[in-house]
């Protein structure tokens, strides 16, 4: 039986090697609509902006997504996304 994890207004990818972000993105996006949940946060750090290039990149990609802007609260560390239910 598939591990049913429950999709929150945020996530953290510190856990994800940079290869494996963009679907994870894609799929949180995809999980957090379907919840209901249209303004998410990804904790993607600080550092040179390898994760937040990324990130936003995929975020750019994704249709579901109407915009998308660097928390000003986290010094660049996440991304604050809006997204459209209705797709």
């Not at 290039?53 to 986290?74: K, N, T, Y």
Request: charged share 25%; glycine share 10%.
């Amino acid at each position: 039986m598939p591990l049913k994890i429950p999709v929150g207004p945020e996530l953290d990818l510190h856990a994800f090697a940079p290869r494996d972000i963009p679907g994870v993105v894609a799929d949180y996006i995809d999980a957090a609509a379907a919840a209901g949940i249209l303004d998410v946060r990804l904790v993607h750090g600080r550092g040179r902006g390898v994760q937040r290039g990324i990130v936003q990149a995929a975020l750019d990609r994704h249709p579901r997504v109407i915009e998308f802007w660097d928390d000003p609260a986290s010094h660049l560390g996440a991304t604050i996304a809006r997204l459209d239910a209705n797709i």
